[in-house]
């Protein structure tokens, strides 16, 4: 740090912002050690000497009346030859000073921009605007070792921690074999003054996770990394200011063994060696898609030296190499539910730094994973007092209810209908699906929109715009929308049956067998698809819904009410359904239109804010110990809820907020008994 100027021994007052922490140092302090001293938030990597930049504040001069004090235009030292060169060399911007040289030498204001705040809140856009906090396991120290002295041999390792310890007061750390096969080189290439990456989470042990000669002026990176049943998606993430410099996903190989989570572990049970086929597979993937975001963010795999993985139990224990059989029958008991802190090597993640860091969150129950623990940490229902439903529609949904008082979460197998799989069109969003539906209610006509074009499907325009992808299908919220719309608009009534042309005055309901279907779109003269919503998949829906409601209800009756004051509709699915469509089929609970809202990706969300933030991870640590846990499979009410559920929008809850917007035609098509399929059974867990 630079020296202090010889000034008599007097002291100014100084005041921070935004902080607004104040106080009074000697004069010729440098603003560095006053803000350590008053406990202000101003980084420094070079450990002030100039060299970094991160210290930068900006002084305001002339008269501040809000806290009473007039700053003199000498109330900072005068710009010295250290600035003078950095400014001259990198730019500093107007009126910025750099912390660690200008000294206080009179009463000052200082602002702190938010580029030098050591735990910044970053606003990141996202589909919910969310404030990152930041607060990483890995930061950057640049220290200054002293060199080898036959007089007084030290080995270089103890030199560094002895280095670190005085000119950064980091206590004791420990380093792999890899990173110490390194050192002494480094050492030495950088004449004894180094950058280090040092890794310190809430669990107290800092590790030296690599070494640069000189100082590095250059961020690092981490991975966060949701690991789901059928897709593995990441975000490469810049561990200083929380910025996503790339996202990419894959699907997850082990589909090739098993679509859903239960086949998977039945492939296991069959086939000896089978999890550690499956392991191999997730292991690969992931590096893969580690070398997808190194590309796309033009960074070295080098730089990346941490990954935050969240995933569901099942993919949890296949990541880990654990035998997931325990987790395919009741009492669905996992090896662990605490984090894990390890090695990426360990889990064969090598496409990133030898040494980088591994952080998986922590499981909340055998059916209620990693990736639900991060949706609650995205979206806190215990920091509200309103009581809030979070529903994480995936295979499986995962559901939390919750306020201020108490959270309580359970696991729904829904079943990948909402996905679009197992319906007769349906197929995964992707350009040419049809996500969005309309159904005029006097001429029972459909307009659609597809992925990948903007245009209605009755506006002019369409059919060149939709020639390139075609339509191909029906993805989940497009099947929701569907199925909803034909209950508005009489096509469909309140058992799930779907009228034949008599009934419902439109030809495109056609018979099916003993059942009908609606046609919504027909290029089967051209060679091209036929799209129905068939009986089959109104089944289908039912099914999901009635799960998804079942555990909703299930929760309801655990906390002892019967209405719930907002919805919070999570997952990269989650975004696309419309809330009242959700509704009408009685997806969840009746509320309000304007109390329902998406939470985009939370799991993501939730990854990312552990990878940014140690505190993040300690809290949500805290937070899984104290949220309630319902097991769906065990609850005798569940089957009972799952029943009722199965009417559209449902059999007996009232849905009054639905009715002030939608009027649902009292139509009943079961002339002859029929009921059109099979509308009960108790489903099994799906993955
Ligand atoms: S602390 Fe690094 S330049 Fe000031």
């Not at 000697?26 to 938030?41: I, Y």
């Not at 086929?277 to 190194?294: C, K, Q, S």
């Not at 019967?562 to 919805?567: G, N």
Request: charged residues 20%.
């Amino acid at each position: 740090m630079t020296e202090a100027p010889k000034v008599d021994a007097k002291d100014a007052l100084v005041i921070f912002t935004p902080s607004g922490k104040r106080g009074r140092v000697s004069l010729g302090t440098p603003v560095l050690t006053a803000a350590r001293q008053l406990g202000v938030d101003l980084d420094s990597v070079c450990g002030g000497r100039g060299i970094c930049s991160k210290c930068q504040i900006t002084p305001g001069y002339g008269e501040f009346a809000k806290h009473a004090v007039t700053v003199a235009p000498d109330a900072l030292s005068p710009i010295n030859t250290v600035e003078e060169r950095y400014d001259r060399v990198r730019g500093l911007k107007p009126g910025r000073r750099l912390g660690c040289q200008a000294c206080i030498m009179g009463d000052v204001v200082l602002d702190v921009p938010p580029e030098s705040q050591l735990h910044r809140q970053v606003i990141r856009k996202s589909a919910a605007e969310r404030v990152m906090k930041m607060d990483p396991a890995t930061r950057l120290y640049y220290v200054e070792v002293a060199e080898p002295d036959i007089h007084d041999p030290t080995g270089d390792f103890q030199r560094l921690s002895t280095a670190l310890k005085n000119q950064w007061g980091i206590g004791s750390i420990t380093a792999d074999l890899d990173v110490l096969r390194a050192l002494q080189k480094t050492l030495r290439k950088g004449q004894f003054k180094v950058t280090a990456a040092l890794h310190k989470d809430h669990t107290g042990t800092t590790r030296l996770l690599d070494l640069w000669p000189g100082f590095r002026d250059a961020p690092l990176y981490g991975l966060a990394i949701d690991l789901g049943s059928t897709t593995i998606a990441g975000h490469l993430v810049d561990l200083t200011d929380g910025r996503v410099l790339a996202s990419s996903g894959l699907m997850n190989p082990q589909i090739r063994f098993g679509e859903d989570l239960m086949s998977r572990v039945s492939y296991v049970m069959m086939n000896p060696g089978g999890d550690l086929e499956m392991t191999a597979a997730v292991r690969d993937a992931l590096n893969t898609l580690a070398e997808v975001l190194t590309i796309e963010g033009g960074i070295t795999a080098h730089d990346i030296v941490e990954a935050v993985i969240v995933c569901n139990p099942v993919m949890h224990h296949l990541l880990l190499g654990i035998d997931p059989v325990e987790l395919g029958q009741a009492p669905f008991a996992l090896a662990t539910s605490d984090s894990i802190h390890l090695a990426c090597s360990e889990v064969g993640m090598t496409a990133l730094n030898p040494s980088a860091r591994g952080y998986i969150l922590p499981l909340i129950a055998g059916h209620v994973g990693a990736d639900a623990a991060a949706v609650a940490l995205s979206e806190a229902p215990e920091a509200r007092d309103d009581l809030s439903l979070v529903v994480d529609v995936g295979t499986n949904a995962e559901i939390f209810l919750g306020n201020s008082t108490r959270v309580l979460a359970c696991s729904s197998p829904t079943g990948p209908a909402f996905e679009g799989a197992q319906i007769s069109s349906g197929q995964r969003a992707a350009p040419g699906a049809i996500e969005r539906l309309e159904i005029d209610p006097i001429t029972k006509e459909p307009r659609f929109r597809v992925i990948g074009c903007d245009l209605w499907s009755d506006d002019p325009g369409f059919a060149a715009a939709t020639a390139q992808t075609g339509i191909t299908g029906i993805c989940g919220s497009g099947i929701i929308e569907a199925v909803a719309e034909m209950r508005m608009a009489g096509l469909l009534d309140g058992s799930g049956l779907i009228g034949g042309p008599d009934q419902t005055g439109t030809p495109r309901s056609e018979p099916t067998g003993r059942t009908f279907a609606y046609l919504i779109h027909d290029e089967s003269k051209s060679g091209g698809p036929r799209i129905t919503v068939t009986q089959g998949d109104v089944r289908a829906i039912q099914l999901a819904k009635s799960a998804l409601y079942a555990g909703t209800r299930l929760l309801m009756d655990e906390m002892g009410v019967d209405t719930v004051d907002r919805v919070v509709l999570a997952g990269a699915f989650g975004a696309h359904i419309s809330p009242k469509h959700a509704m009408v089929l009685g997806m969840i609970p009746d509320v309000a239109l304007e109390k329902v809202t998406s939470a985009g990706n939370a799991a993501g969300t939730g990854a990312r804010m552990a990878l940014c933030s140690v505190s993040a991870r300690a809290a949500i640590e805290a937070q899984v110990r104290r949220i309630t846990k319902v097991e769906t499979a065990i609850a005798p009410r569940f089957q009972e809820h799952f029943v009722a559920a199965n009417a559209i929008p449902h059999a007996t809850d009232p849905f009054p907020e639905l009715a002030r917007i939608v009027t649902l035609p009292d139509v009943s098509f079961n002339t002859n008994g029929a009921s059109g399929g099979d509308s009960g059974g108790r489903r099994r867990r799906r993955g």
